[in-house]
Structures are given as structure tokens and as C-alpha cells.
């Protein structure tokens, strides 16, 4: 069993229209919780971090934890062509020591 | 303020070679972590290290990978003997200790490994 899942799409949405992206996690220990976005041939960087159920909003962008399901999502609204990337969810025990686990993206096209 | 350095950013190598990845951490950052990504496919954890301490190599291939880093200079990812399904892209990332937002990862643009 993964330990982070993720559909790995591709999702496809028309510009202007919101993305919404789905992970699950198997460890119930996690607390920590990132959506990172990648663009093709690109290093991985950070958008959205969550430790606490409910949403966070930041921008276009807001993330949901549930953590008595065990998931975790990623809403895009007015998606952007920019927006075009593959988006992947980790997560994490906190504390000084944590192994982050990633799942194995989303990939998401907004077309124009 | 550099962030994650890593060289070389690409890497041939024929089969049966060795493999030296390196990863300098953002300033500051005293904990580093490797992953590699095969094309197509997420990030997989390999191994977990702070100064001149391994905290997790669960990632980590039990043959030809290892990995260091040292008191001084950067990380190491050595891989002994490649093979072509050694062939990925190798990301390294950094983030601080004692911060109250764990796990937030600061990534280098990788080293491509290719083996012929």
C-alpha cells in the first residue's frame, strides 16, 4: 500500500474554471501536509503547507485536511494556462526528524 | 541568499562506473534529504541526513548507494556500479532545524543522471 495516493490525471479544466486535486494518506501519524508544484524538467516547489483540519486559503489557491478521512486536497480557482503543471501532495510526522513522503502527482493542463 | 546547489546537473555515465551527486544546502539549513523521480513518476525518499548523521536511509537501495554528509562541504550521493535503471533525476532538498513548520522543503534543479 502507497503510502500518499494521488490520481495521476491528467486533469484537465478550461481556463477560469477550478481544479480540484485529491490525495489520501495511509499514515495516521502525519501531521504535516504540502502540495508542491512541478513543472516539466523543473525542481519541485512549495505552494501550500497544512497541519490543522479545516481549509487554508492563500491566493487562488486553498487547502483542505481531513485528517479523520485521511485526505487532503488542493483547490485551484481562476486556473491559469500557468497553472499547467504536475501537483504533488506529501506529508510528513513533523517534529525534528521527519521523512516527508510524496505521492506520485497530479498532472493538471488548464486550457486556454 | 543561494538556495540548494546541486552539480553536476547532468551526469553520463556507462554502466559499471560510479555516480557522485552533490548537494549544497540553503544557507542555514542543516537537514537534507534525496529523492529521486524517474520520468513520468513522483518523487521517491531515499535517505534522510543532518551533519555527520544518517537519520533515515529507508529509501536507500541495501547495494551501491550511499550517501554523507560531512561536517564540512556538501552532501554526497554516491552510487557505485551503475546500471540503466539508475537513470533518474536525483533532487536534492534542505529545510531547517527546530522550526515549528517541519517538512517544508527547499528543492535544488536536480542532477540527471543517464547511464549508457
Known amino acids: 500500500q502507497k503510502e500518499v495516493e494521488q490520481n495521476s490525471g491528467p486533469l484537465s479544466v478550461p481556463e477560469g474554471a477550478i481544479a480540484s486535486l485529491n490525495c489520501t494518506y495511509s499514515?495516521?501519524?502525519?501531521?504535516?501536509f504540502f502540495w508542491y508544484r512541478q513543472y516539466s524538467g523543473k525542481s519541485p516547489e512549495l505552494i501550500m503547507s497544512?497541519?490543522?483540519?479545516g481549509d487554508k486559503e492563500d491566493g487562488r489557491f486553498t487547502a483542505q485536511l481531513n485528517k479523520a478521512s485521511q485526505y487532503v486536497s488542493l483547490l485551484i480557482r481562476d486556473s491559469q494556462p500557468s497553472d499547467s503543471a504536475t501537483y504533488l501532495c506529501?506529508?510528513?510526522?513533523?517534529?525534528?526528524?521527519?521523512?516527508?513522503?510524496f505521492g506520485p502527482g497530479t498532472s493538471l493542463s488548464v486550457i486556454p | 541568499n543561494a538556495g540548494v546547489m546541486q552539480n553536476p546537473r547532468h551526469l553520463v555515465r556507462r554502466r559499471g562506473q560510479e555516480a557522485r551527486l552533490r548537494c549544497s544546502p540553503m544557507k542555514g539549513h542543516s537537514h537534507v534529504y534525496w529523492y529521486r523521480q524517474l520520468p513520468e513518476e513522483g518523487l521517491k525518499f531515499m535517505v534522510y541526513l543532518q551533519k555527520e548523521n544518517i537519520i533515515d536511509e529507508s529509501g536507500m537501495p541495501k547495494e551501491r548507494f550511499s550517501a554523507e554528509f560531512p561536517k564540512e562541504g556538501p552532501s554526497i550521493l554516491r552510487i557505485q556500479q551503475v546500471v540503466r535503471g539508475d537513470s533518474a533525476a536525483y533532487f536534492c532538498a534542505s529545510r531547517k532545524a527546530g522550526t515549528a513548520n517541519t517538512g517544508e522543503l527547499f528543492f535544488g534543479e536536480g542532477s540527471r543522471l543517464t547511464v549508457l
Open positions: 506529501a506529508g510528513g510526522r513533523g517534529g525534528s526528524y521527519d521523512k516527508v513522503i
Open positions: 497544512i497541519y490543522s483540519n
Open positions: 499514515d495516521r501519524g502525519s501531521q504535516s
